[in-house]
């Protein structure tokens, strides 16, 4: 199963339906918990079937707010009840000390679970309607969507006041064309990657910006007294501005890796849990860890993640190599040149190959990956992407000229 999120735009009315509807499940799940422990201090023990029967019951008597509310919602609202009931008493078998499950308090219900039914997608016009609630504006329902099976969609309110729509669509294998073609991924520093291909494409430029101003917030933040009114605007701009990130990093980080599943057969990527492990030791690169590297760090976890499964579902294939020596080794007669962080250059002087250093590193990788000794390895210019074509889907248009920049 695969979840893709997509951001709501509900108007002022319907943001108080939803507001609502959170409300009213909140209460009935506080309702279904409470007969839970009613009937086990009575000794007795319910089922999941047993408190979905009650629902019924509820509507037509004490809880009449509850027809408001698909009733698929509601079942759900009793199967998250069941789900966390589950896992508390998994934990005590296991022998951990935990307490009770605890009634949600005002706001506490995040969620709101359309399974199976009571939605409609409408991809084009990109609008969703929700039974009991309206037809809500959103962006991003991509073609994926679109061709999927949609089994359920979880509308979820965040932190910072946003409404997003986690569309659940069953795993179709995507049938790409095979291209017969590997390629050997570097990522750095300076650049997020450089491919064997000679491909570079350049971090998000406007990381550093972000990162300016979630420092700038969390000053005012530490200033501001806590609990005060200022202090919870500032909160709430620090995980508005988090969550604004995040969400563009992983679209990135979607659109490259498409751009690699969908280009190549092979991919060749380094194992970076070896790497990091063998990073450790290394005092130097500890205390350069500023909070531009951490991203950059969490980038590429994610990035190999998306990589991953996305070769997975595309019958594709991701090879991860050992990593050491893949920057100071000669790409072209395998011997070792040793350089510094600052050596930008590989320059062999066995024999005489000049290349970008990260160039020079992806085709030792794509050597690991294939198996294949001899690479015909050939200096040119690297071709540039920067991240913004990438987040507007030029790169998409890359396909058809991939060839001919071989
Ligand atoms: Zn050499």
């Not at 966390?84 to 934990?91: G, H, P, V």
């Not at 605007?233 to 563009?248: D, F, G, P, V, Y």
Request: aromatic letters at 6%.
């Amino acid at each position: 199963m695969l979840t893709y999120k997509v951001q709501l735009y509900p108007n002022k009315q319907q943001q108080a339906t939803l507001i609502e509807q959170l409300d009213i499940c909140r209460k009935l799940y506080n309702k279904l918990l409470e007969e839970c422990k009613k009937a086990r201090e009575k000794g007795e023990k319910l089922t999941q079937n047993r408190t979905q029967s009650f629902i019924v019951g509820l509507k037509n008597n004490s809880m009449p707010e509850l027809k408001g509310v698909h009733s698929k919602v509601l079942q759900m609202v009793n199967h998250t009840l069941w789900t966390n009931i589950k896992s508390l008493s998994k934990l005590k078998k296991n022998g951990r000390k935990i307490g009770h499950l605890r009634f949600k308090g005002k706001g506490w219900y995040k969620t709101i679970n359309y399974n199976q039914s009571g939605f409609k997608i409408d991809e084009y016009k990109n609008k969703i309607t929700f039974s009991k609630i309206g037809t809500i504006n959103c962006r991003g329902l991509n073609n994926r969507v679109r061709k999927n099976k949609i089994k359920g969609i979880i509308l979820k309110h965040t932190q910072t006041g946003r409404w997003f729509a986690n569309i659940q669509v069953e795993n179709v294998p995507l049938v790409l064309p095979k291209t017969n073609k590997s390629v050997g991924i570097d990522v750095g520093i300076s650049s997020f990657i450089v491919d064997s291909d000679g491909i570079r494409v350049e971090n998000p430029k406007n990381i550093d910006k972000q990162i300016k101003k979630i420092k700038v917030t969390h000053r005012t933040l530490s200033r501001k007294k806590k609990g005060s009114k200022n202090w919870l605007k500032a909160k709430l701009q620090l995980a508005k501005l988090l969550e604004e990130i995040t969400n563009q990093r992983k679209d990135f980080l979607h659109k490259v890796s498409r751009f690699y599943v969908d280009n190549y057969d092979l991919i060749c990527v380094e194992d970076l849990d070896i790497k990091e492990l063998s990073q450790k030791g290394n005092k130097k690169n500890k205390r350069s860890r500023t909070l531009h590297r951490h991203i950059l760090d969490a980038s590429w976890g994610q990035f190999f993640n998306y990589l991953s499964y996305k070769a997975v579902n595309a019958d594709k294939e991701v090879v991860k190599v050992h990593p050491k020596g893949t920057t100071q080794e000669c790409s072209r007669c395998g011997r070792i040149v040793k350089k510094n962080l600052l050596t930008r250059i590989h320059f062999c002087p066995h024999c005489d190959l000049e290349l970008d250093r990260d160039y020079n590193a992806s085709i030792n990788i794509l050597k690991r990956g294939t198996g294949c000794a001899s690479i015909l390895v050939e200096n040119r210019p690297l071709v540039t992407i920067t991240a913004s074509a990438i987040v507007s889907g030029q790169v998409f248009s890359m396909n058809q000229a991939t060839p001919s920049l071989r």
